[in-house]
């Protein structure tokens, strides 16, 4: 199957300060990226829609300005984390499909974000 | 809104023994489903995907269906071993752009 890699696969930070993920497809270009978050025991929430070229979507209750997303080629989008809190602390997963293809969504390895 | 349901929510089982995980929705306007394992700490492994127009998929030991109708999707895991010990999850496209919205997951224990 296509491969998605991410990076850092885990970061400490202080509260306040900002933190990017990068996710890459390494195998194959997305035009469209997600980015989920995940809390202990609990199933993965989408934040938002990321679309190559074009402003992120984000879904009802994510903030906009905090979650920063930029998808600015085909096989990279970030998401940055901007004056990050404890309540922030959770694992961030993306993921892509081929453009062409079946709609079939690879998904990287996630990022486990600590804010102390 | 969709609504993903996933039954039961932990299943142990004996080696060998056949795995069957429920998934359930609650809008069939569905373009795909996708069934995927999580382990520990990790990211998704994509394990299979049913078009909407489909009735099921086979990879090896995995089946899965699919009833859109009814809202219902069944994974058969065949003679598990301890390395099927994960958890497994259903999510479902909701839009022509691939969006999903997952089930809260099985948590599946094979024990030797």
């Known amino acids: 199957g296509a491969v998605v890699s991410q990076h850092p696969s885990w970061v400490i930070c202080k509260s306040g300060t900002s933190v990017k993920i990068e996710c890459r497809s390494l195998d194959f270009q997305a035009t469209t990226m997600f980015w989920y978050r995940q809390f202990p025991k609990q199933s993965l929430m989408l934040m938002a829609t990321s679309n190559e070229g074009s402003k992120a979507t984000y879904e009802q209750g994510v903030e906009k300005d905090k979650f920063l997303i930029n998808h600015a080629s085909l096989t990279l989008s970030t998401l940055t984390v901007t004056s990050a809190h404890p309540e922030d602390s959770s694992f961030y997963i993306c993921?892509?499909?081929?453009?062409?293809?079946?709609?079939?969504?690879?998904f990287g390895p996630g990022t486990r974000l600590t804010v102390t | 809104k969709q609504e993903v349901t996933q039954i039961p929510a932990a299943l142990s089982v004996p080696e060998g023994e056949n795995l069957v995980l429920n998934c359930s929705f609650t809008d069939s306007a569905i373009y795909n489903l996708q069934w995927f394992r999580q382990d520990p700490g990790k990211g998704l492994t994509s394990l299979l995907l049913i078009q909407s127009s489909q009735r099921e998929q086979t990879s090896g030991r995995l089946n899965a269906s699919l009833d859109k109708s009814s809202g219902r999707s069944t994974l058969y895991i065949a003679a598990s071993q301890p390395g099927d010990s994960a958890t497994y999850l259903c999510?479902?496209?909701?839009?022509?752009?691939?969006?999903?919205?997952f089930g809260a997951g099985t948590q599946v224990v094979v024990t030797p």
């Open positions: 993921s892509g499909y081929p453009r062409t293809g079946t709609y079939e969504q690879y």
């Open positions: 999510a479902v496209a909701t839009d022509s752009w691939g969006k999903l919205q």
